[in-house]
């Protein structure tokens, strides 16, 4: 079995709810955020063994688009398209979390 350095888990989920209701990530630029960790982790020819995929809910919907990266367990929450090279870089790379973007435990 191969194993990872690090895995990324993106939510696509898409709910099949009323409007009004919790958000969801999937309609939140999901799977657009998912290529961007895979082309970019790609282009970046790291010596550690990384795998960003998605996933399904992660259960932190009000908080906008969530990535949780392991094996620290580390949550992301109103993660853009403009913070993947931020989360590369400063947490896949150098080990340091973006704190801007880490789900606080008061929140949760």
Do not use: W
Not at 32 to 47: D, G, M, P, R, Y
């Amino acid at each position: 079995m191969l194993k990872f350095d690090k895995h990324i888990f993106i939510c696509t989920n898409q709910r099949a709810g009323k409007p009004g209701e919790k958000p969801s990530c999937g309609e939140a630029h999901g799977m657009e955020i998912v290529e961007a960790f895979k082309t970019k982790l790609n282009a970046k020819k790291l010596s550690i063994k990384v795998r960003a995929q998605r996933s399904g809910c992660l259960g932190v919907c009000l908080y906008g688009q969530t990535v949780v990266v392991y094996p620290e367990g580390i949550f992301y929450v109103g993660v853009e398209l403009k913070d993947v090279d931020e989360i590369i870089e400063e947490h896949i790379i150098n080990n340091r979390p973006v704190q801007r973007l880490v789900l606080s435990s008061d929140k949760y």
